[in-house]
Antibody, heavy 117, light 110 residues
């Protein structure tokens, strides 16, 4: 079955960096667009970034543009999110999800990123 | 403030039907048939319930249905069951290569 497992969440100080990973299994990873979605504590869902199957197409939400970098390694069935210049408002659970025509078909369990001094 | 507007709460008794609205603009909900709905139980990841306005993925009960009229999409849950109590989020392609979400609706089964 489709499985997505995020890792890398941690407590980090403002201005710091963190790299999230998402390990995919149960499907042909290289066939799908993938995305990162986040959810601040007690808040709603926010789209962060998505990447095409070949990595040729990448888009970011304005709130993270210039600070976050999405990437993937199809040989390792893995998706990544490099987060730099972290701010308190980046505190959230970060989910990776498989995309099909702008629908998020499968989600991981999420990894918590806390930005605090 | 979320791009799409949902009521903060909705409720119904077991067996009843409840409809949750999701209002956007002609640039998102009204402009594309890429509206999706997600169910999220406390402490859990969202679950994919509806895509392309009114299509159900396999495994989702047919008690869940979606529709759209103009700039407003709706999710209807018929024959409410206790396990339907959860937060529900709508999303839509927002043009300019971005995805927009509603603020979420907490559904209570009375």
């Amino acid at each position: 079955q489709v499985q997505l497992v995020e890792s890398g969440g941690a407590l980090v100080r403002p201005g710091g960096s963190l790299r999230l990973s998402c390990a995919a299994s149960g499907f042909t990873f290289s066939d799908y667009y993938m995305t990162w979605i986040r959810q601040a504590p007690g808040k709603g869902l926010e789209w962060v970034s998505y990447i095409s199957s070949s990595s040729r197409t990448i888009y970011y939400a304005d709130s993270v543009k210039g600070r976050f970098t999405i990437s993937r390694d199809n040989a390792k069935n893995s998706l990544y999110l490099q987060m730099n210049s972290l701010r308190a408002e980046d505190t959230a659970v970060y989910y990776c999800a498989r995309v099909h025509y702008y629908a998020l078909e499968a989600w991981g369990q999420g990894t918590l990123v806390t930005v605090s001094s | 403030q979320s791009a799409l507007t949902q009521p903060p709460s909705a409720s119904g008794s077991p067996g009843q039907s409840v409809t949750i609205s999701c209002t956007g603009t002609s640039s998102d909900v009204g402009g594309y048939n890429y509206v999706s709905w997600y169910q999220q139980h406390p402490g859990k990841a969202p679950k994919f319930m509806i895509y392309e306005v009114n299509k159900r993925p396999s495994g989702v009960p047919d008690r869940f249905s979606g529709s759209k009229s103009g700039n407003t999409a709706s999710l209807t849950v018929s024959g409410l069951q206790a396990e339907d109590e959860a937060d529900y989020y709508c999303s839509s392609y927002g043009g300019s290569n971005n995805l927009v979400f509603g603020g979420g609706t907490k559904l209570t089964v009375l």
